[in-house]
Structure formats: C-alpha cells, structure tokens
C-alpha cells in the first residue's frame, strides 16, 4: 500500500498533472461503485444497480435492539425503537440521490478522492416516517435552528476522528418529504444503504441523506462538525471558506447507445436510424428541457422529454438519431424550471463537487 494510505492526517490534494489513479483511489472506488449506465434504463433502480458511497465501513446493526435518540433542544428528550416509527404515519417518495462527487475524476486537476466519472446516481423509492412527525412528538425547542444527524459508522478523515454527521437547516428539516426512510424499493433497507434506518433529503446531494442514524440532535447553532464546515464546501483555494454543497445541480445522462468495447468501454454502433435515450433530473427545479447533439455541442437539438414524473424522480427523454459510419461525439444538456443549465466548461472546485459538465459519449458507427 502506498504512504497516502497510511497516513490518516494528509490535507485534501490535487492530482499533478498527468497522474494516474493511485491504488488508494482504486480502493475507494472498488467500494463505492456507480450505477452502470446501462440501468438508467429502469425508472426506479434496483437494489444493488443503485450508487454506493460510504466514507468508513458500513456498522452491522440489528433492528430489534437499535434506537433512535432525539437529543438536545426539545421539550422531551427520547428515543424510538424501529416499530414506534413504523408505527407513525409513512410516505413513500421516488428519489434520485446522487453524490456531491459526482464528476469529480473529470476534472482538470483532479481533486484526489473517490474517483466518480458520471455515474453516482440512483432513484429509489424510499418509505418511512415523515422527519417532521418524530420532531413534532418530542416538541422542537424555540431556539432550534438545525437538526444534526448522526451515523452509527466511525472512521477518520484528514485527521479528524468522528462519526459520520451532518447538520441540516430545520426549515429543510420540516419538509413534508424528508423521511426517516426504513424501506428502499418496498424492502427492508439493506445493510449499504443505512439499515434499519436512514435519512432522505429529496433535492440535495448524497452526503445530507444521512445513513444507519443512530442519533438525532437539534441545535441553537448551526452545525460546525467536519462533514459541514471541512469536507462538502466549494472552494477555489485551500484557505477559501467556500459555499456548502447542498441542492444537486442539473445533469443529463446518455444511456450509452450500441454495444461497448469491453476495454476500452467505447461504442460502437451500426449505420441507420436508432433512438437514444437518458435522464435529466435537478433539485433545483423540474426539468424542462434537455437537448440533444451529436457533434460534441456545436449544434443542438431539443429531445423528447417522457411525461412529467415524481417531483423528485429523474425525467426519462429521448431522440430519433440516423446514425452514418465515422466518429460521432454525442452529448446531452439538461435544463430546470429556474433556468439553471448544465455548463458545457467544467465548473472547478478543490474537492471536486457539483461537476455537472454535460455528458459526453464518443460512438463509433462501423460500415454495415
Ligand atoms: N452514515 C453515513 N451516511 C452517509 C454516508 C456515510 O458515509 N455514512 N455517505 C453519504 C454520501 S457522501 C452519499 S453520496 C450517500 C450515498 O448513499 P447510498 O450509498 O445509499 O447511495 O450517503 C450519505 N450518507
Ligand atoms: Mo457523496
């Protein structure tokens, strides 16, 4: 293994140029794996095709002896047993989750971390108990500003030894979609995805959805823990406090058309018409419009977007191509209802977050 491994406490880095993905890298991303373009096909992902990403090693809990504390500014301090919150009214909400990092080992330097191309992103269909009936039952206290969510996963980061915790605003907090989710797809949560139960926080980045909660706190002051005030902020520069990362910015995905190289992952292609097809989602706002080029973004073309979905789900579109032999770079850029945009120049940050440079996919189309 390599010295960046072992020592625990090196500051974020930024890849020299030219350097490969060390080892290190390769193990993280060996973990934590995308969804294979190929399932975007599904409008709900299954279980296992969804997106993995955990920072230390997933804790083994079991749901009859696990507890939920609601701790701090409250009128009654308490905690739940997984029946009491099945027990409370439930909702299920079709959302599409993606990580922060999403993008990341495309940048130009690359911010060295979990190496993300484009495909850390799922949609599943979370079931649990509205947040906001467990804080209505233990009375939220008058000075409350946020909730802190805690993990029962325990590692170390730059040096930094903690559990996995995020603060969360309490008017996020109080939404009626943000769950304590207890099934994924209509089962139980399996033991990646945060069993027996887990945070959803429909529209942000990955890093709110808080997995295997263990404990949760509301707070007279926002949140400084790492995961907030460290890890997930956008910076320019190592001394730059930069901006939280919190709502996911709108990206488009090519279901990649034709048959892969299986080195390379190429495409290839035979001449003559085909349809291709994707998905556009944005925590933003609804997704109005992606648009469609064959020439790497000279020239555009508005797709066919599917009937308007869940609220927080990702919108399948699609568009009629006749393919003709040579090389052909296909690209897809979504639109959301507040005008936000996919840039077609990479927008660069230190830790690599929120890179939602549009999609490219370079296809070979062969003689027939
Ligand atoms: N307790 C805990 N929750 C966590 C994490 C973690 O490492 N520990 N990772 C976060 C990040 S960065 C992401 S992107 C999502 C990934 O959720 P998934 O693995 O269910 O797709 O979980 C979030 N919740
Ligand atoms: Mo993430």
Known sequence: MDAQLRDVSLPSRIAEPGEGISTAELALAARNHGIPLE???????PIGLHYLLTHYDMPALDAASWRLSLTGSVAGAREFALDELRSLPSRTVRVTMECAGNGRARMHPRPVSQPWLVEAVGTAEWTGVPLRHVLDAVGVGDSAVEVVFTGADHGVERGVEQDYRRGLPLAEALRDDVLLAYEMNGQPLPPQ??????????????????KWLREISLVDEPFTGYQNAVAYRLKQSADDPGVPATRIEPRSLIVPPGFPDFMSRDRVVRPGPLTVTGRAWSGHAPITRVEFSTDGGTTWADADLDAAGPRWAWRGWRVSWRAEPGEHLLTARATDAEGHVQPVDEPWNRGGFANNLVHHVPVTCIED
């Open 39 to 45: 399932a975007l096909r599904y409008d709900v992902t």
């Open 193 to 210: 995805h945060g069993h027996p139960v887990r945070l959803v926080v429909p529209g942000w980045y990955g890093m709110a959805h808080v």
